[in-house]
């Protein structure tokens, strides 16, 4: 679930006229808790190496809770090693220092960022396991303001589908739940009145595919769609796929997962008193402003680099990755034969600022990830600026420029065949990489003088 990105500030909630009505929202990273730590490095094969090695650990009193090796990708001849302590970095100073006399290389993973730490990242995709329920607020948990506050079977209902996705993990189908009548009202209240504005408002990209999803996902103002359903049909088309979430991620976690090409959605719907509000992001919003344009490669594409960008950046830099996102993902606009358009999932599932953000009210800039990052927005009234991109492919390319003005010590690479992240810091990861894209370049040039 996507959340505010302003930093320590829980998301408000607002109605009343001018008010925001998508609950499209991160909500940034808070404290973490400094009791785990992961180390990765690399050691030389050799026999009884490893076993030396863990007897660093245990001559220092350092307890592992998680340990996993592979072949390393960086050194020939050398093992990879990730664990993971439960000691602060502060108190791993001296483990630090004689595992860098016996290893190849050694870095320090952490979730405190201390000023020597690469922030930790996931590497595969199964990953995701390990925050998908580091939340920041439960999804049952509503604030004395909340339209479904006094609803003790509101309550109830919101507790049932957080269970769902307090206890998914990876690879399991997404359960399927049996929505009631005054819910399904409630999703065909909002459907209908925004399917009458997608074809004069939404992009070219999202009027193509909505169709589709009607046809292969039962999007219809009767039915609220499954997301196994849906996500079955995103991985067909782009590779996407959807998880369920049991409350707001930190801006952090939330990012990481679009590396991966993972969309963590809710699967609960707002207050049936209020079918045209919602203080969060719900079911509404996921399905109806989000989904569609992950079945386009293009904008799957810009999604994934910017998970890809915030994979072990330093925390100022989440916060601008974050308010990009904001501005694209969210409240993006772009231009199409001569027209504005709207493919941001705040505006294609909120039926006022849909509407008012194609007027002469708000401010319109073109986009520009350096500038667009430092740009302050409210976040509980319709947008006073927009940033317009030229194309899907347009905005990806600014922010492949952007990313690599981030400060780390290493690119990133996604491989779609293992589902995992490869980290590039070693020449000879470069020299296979140009081979993968010189068998790449073949391929390629025998189809063009094939078609030619």
């Known amino acids: 679930m996507d959340a505010a990105f302003a930093k320590k500030r829980k998301l408000e909630q607002c109605d009343g006229e001018g008010k925001a009505q998508g609950g499209s929202h991160f909500v940034a990273e808070e404290e973490n808790q400094p009791n785990h730590t992961s180390l990765m490095f690399g050691i030389k094969e050799g026999i009884g190496s490893l076993a030396r090695t863990l007897k660093l650990f245990e001559s220092l ?10 072949p390393s990708r960086r050194s020939k001849d050398a093992y990879e090693f990730l ?92 359960p399927k739940v049996t929505y009631t009548e005054e819910e399904i009202k409630t999703w ?12 004069t408002h939404a992009c070219r990209e999202f009027n193509h595919i909505f169709p589709l999803l009607v046809e292969n996902c039962g999007f219809r103002h009767d039915n609220v769609p499954q997301l196994e359903d849906i996500s079955n049909f995103l991985r067909d088309c782009t590779g996407f796929s959807l998880r369920p979430v049991a409350g707001l991620l930190s801006s952090r976690d939330f990012l990481a997962g679009l590396a991966f090409r993972v969309f963590h959605s809710t699967q609960y719907i707002r207050h049936g008193s209020k079918p045209m509000y919602t203080p969060e992001p719900d079911v509404c919003h996921e399905l109806l402003g989000h989904v569609p344009l992950f079945a386009d490669p293009a904008f799957a594409q810009f999604s994934q680099e910017l998970g890809l960008a915030s994979l072990g ?35 294609l599932s909120s039926f006022g600022e849909l509407q008012y953000c194609l007027t002469e009210k708000p401010d ?23 940033f317009v991109a030229n194309s ?3 905005a990806k390319e600014k922010m492949r420029s952007y990313a690599a003005t981030i400060p780390r010590p290493f690119s990133v690479r996604y491989d779609p065949f293992t589902q995992s992240v490869v980290v590039l810091d070693k020449k000879e990861q470069l020299k296979d990489m140009i081979n993968v894209m010189q068998g790449d370049l073949n391929i390629l040039r025998d189809a063009l003088q094939k078609v030619s």
């Open 61 to 70: 009193k350092v307890n592992l809770v998680h340990i996993e090796s592979r």
């Open 83 to 174: 664990v993971t302590c439960d000691r602060g970095p502060e108190d791993l100073t001296e483990v630090i220092k004689e595992l860098k006399s016996i290893s190849v290389y050694v870095h320090l993973l952490s979730r405190t960022n201390s000023d020597n730490s690469v922030p930790w990242f996931p590497r595969k995709v199964k990953d995701l396991d390990r925050f998908a329920n580091q939340i920041l607020s439960y999804g049952s948990e509503l604030a004395s303001d909340h339209p479904g506050f006094t609803d003790e079977v509101y309550r109830a209902r919101r507790k049932e589908f957080a269970d769902i996705a307090f206890h998914y993990k990876h690879g399991q189908p997404i």
């Open 188 to 199: 065909g209240k909002i459907f209908d009145k925004l399917t009458t504005l997608y074809p």
């Open 313 to 347: 950046a330093p925390d100022d830099f989440i916060v601008k990755l974050a308010t990009c996102y904001w501005f694209t993902v969210e409240f993006g606009l772009c231009k199409q034969d001569g027209e504005v358009r709207a493919y941001g999932a705040g505006l």
């Open 364 to 386: 319109k800039r073109p986009f520009d990830p350096a500038i667009t990052a430092e740009t302050k927005y409210p976040i509980c009234e319709f947008q006073p600026t927009y």
């Open 392 to 394: 899907f492919e347009d």
